[in-house]
T-cell receptor, first 115, second 114 residues
Framework: GENVEQHPSTLSVQEGDSAVIKCTYSDSASNYFPWYKQELGKRPQLIIDIRSNVGEKKDQRIAVTLNKTAKHFSLHITETQPEDSAVYFCAASTPLSNSGYALNFGKGTSLLVTP | NAGVMQNPRHLVRRRGQEARLRCSPMKGHSHVYWYRQLPEEGLKFMVYLQKENIIDESGMPKERFSAEFPKEGPSILRIQQVVRGDSAAYFC????????????FGPGTRLLVL
């Protein structure tokens, strides 16, 4: 099955700096890669996603890059703010029957942005 | 447009009791997924359902766990004879027929087994 590795497990940056989180996956059939932000006790919130037909996608301060050949993808957050502090999860999709997709998650990165 | 709804938000059960977790998908969404999250872990896929059908339950334990998504009403994840190891957060997600891969999560049910 799909195996998603995520690094680092914790990341501390100063406000205004950039943060980068990296993930690798094993299943070449995966073609959809979302990133979720989860604050303590809250639901995972989709913040950005990328499909395998593009190499990069940007949404304001957040960008994701994908290297399908190497099977890795990364999340980049620029100009970090204290409100960005949360646990971030990467995921890779596995197709299921009847148009379904199981998301295989990394173990998460706890990001702390200090003022 | 209400998001994915789950209830209860917190559930405490003693060993051997049954736990029933409910999930209402976003309006217009016909695909429902259940995931389990252990402390300080990522979410693990359990089961994928459409109305009145279990499509894929490859991530669900073979015993004590069952799921349904009836024609009317919410999807239900049922855990019989709970054990302490079942303590976790259980999240439901839904997706539409158009953007099938994009899943939106509910607030989760935090199950504590005493």
């Amino acid at each position: 099955g799909e195996n998603v590795e995520q690094h680092p497990s914790t990341l501390s940056v100063q406000e205004g700096d950039s943060a980068v989180i990296k993930c690798t996956y094993s299943d070449s059939a995966s073609n959809y890669f979302p990133w979720y932000k989860q604050e303590l006790g809250k639901r995972p919130q989709l913040i950005i996603d990328i499909r395998s037909n593009v190499g990069e996608k940007k949404d304001q301060r957040i960008a994701v890059t994908l290297n399908k050949t190497a099977k890795h993808f990364s999340l980049h957050i620029t100009e970090t703010q204290p409100e960005d502090s949360a646990v971030y999860f990467c995921a890779a999709s596995t197709p299921l029957s009847n148009s379904g997709y199981a998301l295989n998650f990394g173990k998460g990165t706890s990001l702390l942005v200090t003022p | 447009n209400a998001g994915v709804m789950q209830n209860p938000r917190h559930l405490v059960r003693r060993r051997g009791q049954e736990a029933r977790l409910r999930c209402s998908p976003m309006k217009g969404h016909s695909h429902v997924y259940w995931y389990r999250q252990l402390p300080e872990e990522g979410l693990k896929f359990m089961v994928y359902l459409q109305k009145e059908n279990i499509i894929d339950e490859s991530g669900m334990p073979k015993e004590r766990f069952s799921a349904e998504f009836p024609k009317e009403g919410p999807s239900i994840l049922r855990i019989q004879q709970v054990v302490r190891g079942d303590s976790a957060a259980y999240f439901c997600a839904s997706s539409s027929g158009l953007a099938k891969e994009t899943q939106y999560f509910g607030p989760g049910t935090r199950l504590l087994v005493l």
